[in-house]
């Protein structure tokens, strides 16, 4: 909508009121092209022509000429692909005041909760992508309905309120949606990158008709900090679709991007976006979240870390999760060292740290664990207990407000999620070599995500219990992390890889007998079958490694095999000699 007004000289009670005020039954100060109350919420403002008659006076005090927002359709220079439908599924997201294909502005919901809509109130100028009028002329008017820049797929804008729905909490390198506009207009790599994602959360879209758009609009673009976010979120998104080499490859450019542009270095947000807090948090969070997900794909894929011990890293660390959501920032964000050495503060002083902050700290205890596993030789008993120390050092120090990752109102600090997975992958990694399960022929199961357990195999196992007890207590943690009532959707693409861990911990122990029933262990294979499942029609992985975990659970638990009742005899647990003799059920999965 465009609206001008003239000869407005004498201040009285407007007549004029938003829809937001509206429906609130508030005051309206009939500002245009924003009122006072929405541009303090930050809510999306619009005008509607009065609908009981009113007319201006013969004095004029109001003159005000209305233009209908255009609808959101295709544009006329564009086929869509086959399989796009225009019209959403789950359109109760409206997370962005953008509107759907066959509405208009007038008619969408300005709820009181509608905190996180996109504002719509800036100054018309040649950035301002809501100025319809600086977007050239010649362009048919049906494309300028979006209030996004140019894309290649038009009328797909609701995908990015798909993409903060399910996928920016569990990775928030973005801005907060309210804050998005900040980047306008978004960079074509960026915004098709977001597309993508948002793409498989919808179910008549296919997610493939954006796949080359999102490597071509990468190729593309130059080199900057958004390219790392592109190709980061990228990375992350191809591994969930279990194309694993490529994912590879686009967090190898994504890790290599980020140092060359120097981006581990403080000066480095402020030289790029200026003193924008906002923006600048954002750049640290891309960073770290590099940092962060170089340890996963370390750990799931088996590639040599990007990022080793010895890179230099002065960039703060992310602000506390408030700040970060309302863009208030009273407090410069903290060092890593004054996190690290925070244990050793007096109680009075100490401060709350993000949960960013504490899922770097795991993710730095998994990178040490991963290094002892390509070290050439056996690890020194005492890098281990180290290591050992560290992650019961990383539960110990949790403040009250990070033990428990599902508040009140279920729901689930997703980065927290992350931190557990990270560091009960890690006493997996650290402890298993160290105890007798790998001597089963389950630790030789080559199922994606869990490749590594081949290269462990070379440190011959001990016979201390303690290792075995500790790989499988933090296996028991991931099995929590999954029985969790909360959408299983929302949790980063990694956690498939962490359930795999713990499914083949539990059904390690099974074959070893560690205890004297099966029950709890079966229990929790089928919980983390059943989380699997959930997850398929998302992520392909989550299909293939949920096919072949039940293979192996039907050797170990010998299921098909077992009389109908059970035998008054002790049950001496899987004949392990007939299945290391059969090896139908361990046929290596390919990579691809």
Known sequence: MSFTTTNRSVEKPSSLACLACRRKHLKCDGVMPACGRCRKGQLGCH???SRRGYK???RGQYAVTYAPTPILTPSPEFTLPTGIQLTPQLSTFSFISTPLPGTTAAT????????????????????????????????????????????????????????YAYFHDSHPILPPVHFLPRMYPLPACLEATIKFIGAHFVTDITPNAYRSAVTAAIAESEESC???????LLSITLHGRNERGEGVKAFTEAARLAMKLGMNMRSYAPSVVGEDPVMCENIRRTWWEVYMIDAMFSGFDQTPCQISSSVIMDVPLPCDDISHSTGIYLTEPPTAAQFYDRIFEDEEDSKEYSSYCHAIEASRILKRTLDLTYAPEDPEYDQIESID?????????LPPSKRDILAVDDEVDQIMFRAFMIIHC?????HTPQSNLLSTPVAISSI?????WIRLLRTSPSTNLTHAIKSIKAANGLANLAALRSPGIKHSPFFICGMVLSALVQLCACSVRASGKLEPRRDRIALLIGELKSLGPTWSISRLVMRHIKMVAREVLEIGVRP????AIEDNGPDIVTIVNSDLWLGDIPLE
């Not at 109908?564 to 035998?567: D, K, N, V, W």
């Open 389 to 397: 120390a560290n992650i019961g050092s990383w539960f110990h120090h």
């Open 47 to 49: 005008y509607t022509p």
């Open 564 to 567: 109908p009742a059970y035998s």
């Open 108 to 163: 969408e919901d300005f709820s009181s909760d509608q905190s996180s809509s996109v504002p719509i109130w800036k100054a018309a100028d040649h950035h301002n992508p809501y100025d319809q009028t600086s977007l050239g002329a010649g362009r048919p008017a049906a494309a300028l309905g979006s209030q996004y820049p140019t894309t290649d797929l038009r009328g797909d804008s609701y995908l990015i309120d798909f993409y």
């Open 448 to 452: 994606p995500c869990a490749r590594r």
């Open 426 to 430: 890690a006493s997996i990694y650290l």
């Open 56 to 58: 201006p006076d013969s």
């Open 226 to 232: 958004y390219k790392v976010q592109a190709l980061l």
